[in-house]
């Protein structure tokens, strides 16, 4: 989606929502029915990945920022819903995807990468994408006008791909790796409004399991402070971090992916 489409969704969010409030009450967040959230991360990525062979011998350790090139900040679309249930059932959805392609000239090698070995000197483009998508349902155990406190427990489907590509006269070498897996991850979800404009968001869920070879973690931190510009509206600041980890032990597909972004969040919640 481009950057003007992003915005003309957040405008006509906002515009609703004002519609909606113009006469509305203040209603606890505690008590919100739905809600969807729209806005931007400014990610900072980190990356450590290894590609082994396919006998099983290891590949070379790569960072993807330093050695392979690859943006090391983004800004990236922030998306998220809320659907309650009940007054202590909650339900949420969220994804976060970041797709990076770069090319950088090695100043150092060889490198083995899965079935192939990039030189010193050999401009390669790299591709890393990560999607990770969740579904997370929420029991509050502690309900109140001020303060929720909800046990949550998620499906993470987590995605990693990756491809090293050199095209030059003298060599063309290719190769692409890929890891999946779906991961339970319980957490914990704090919601406090100490006044009826002003209230905050902390989310932590993480999980390290080993399902079918792949031998991984997967990590949701999260704080924001929001202000509620009109009943249904509010615009939040905050602090987020996601961290993935894979191990893969698989006979003919053995490797390493070692994922941190982290960044400060702007966004416009609709709530009702």
Not at 179 to 196: D, I
Request: glycine share 8%; proline share 4%.
């Amino acid at each position: 989606m481009s950057t003007n489409r992003k915005a003309y969704a957040v405008l006509a969010l906002c515009l609703a929502a004002s519609v909606a409030a113009a006469d509305g009450d203040y209603v606890s967040p505690t008590n919100q029915r739905f809600g969807v959230s729209l806005g931007i991360i400014d990610i900072r990525p980190s990356t450590t990945l290894r590609v082994d062979q396919s006998n099983g011998t290891a590949g070379t350790t790569l960072n993807g920022e330093s050695d392979l090139g690859l943006d090391s900040s983004r800004i990236e679309p922030k998306f998220d819903f809320m659907v309650r249930a009940g007054e202590r059932h909650r339900v949420f959805f969220d994804y976060f995807t970041l797709d990076r392609n770069d090319t950088k000239v090695l100043n150092q090698g060889p490198y083995s990468y899965g079935g192939v070995v990039l030189l010193e000197g050999d401009p390669v483009t790299t591709d890393l994408s990560l999607r990770v998508l969740e579904l997370t349902y929420g029991y509050s155990f502690w309900h109140s006008e001020q303060l929720e406190i909800a046990a949550t427990l998620s499906i993470n489907d987590a995605e990693v791909q990756s491809s090293v590509r050199v095209s030059t006269e003298a060599r063309h070498v290719y190769d692409s790796e890929s890891l999946a897996g779906p991961f339970p991850e319980p957490g914990l979800m704090v919601t406090y409004a100490p006044s009826k404009r002003f209230f905050f968001d902390a989310t932590a869920r993480y999980l390290k399991a080993a399902i079918d070879h792949i031998d991984g973690s997967v990590g949701v931190y999260e704080f924001d402070a929001q202000y509620r510009l009109r009943p249904n509206i509010s615009f939040a600041l905050g602090y987020a971090d996601t961290r993935a980890n894979f191990l893969s032990r698989k006979s003919s597909d053995t490797g390493y992916f070692n994922f941190d972004a982290k960044g400060p969040e702007i966004f416009v919640r609709v709530a009702f």
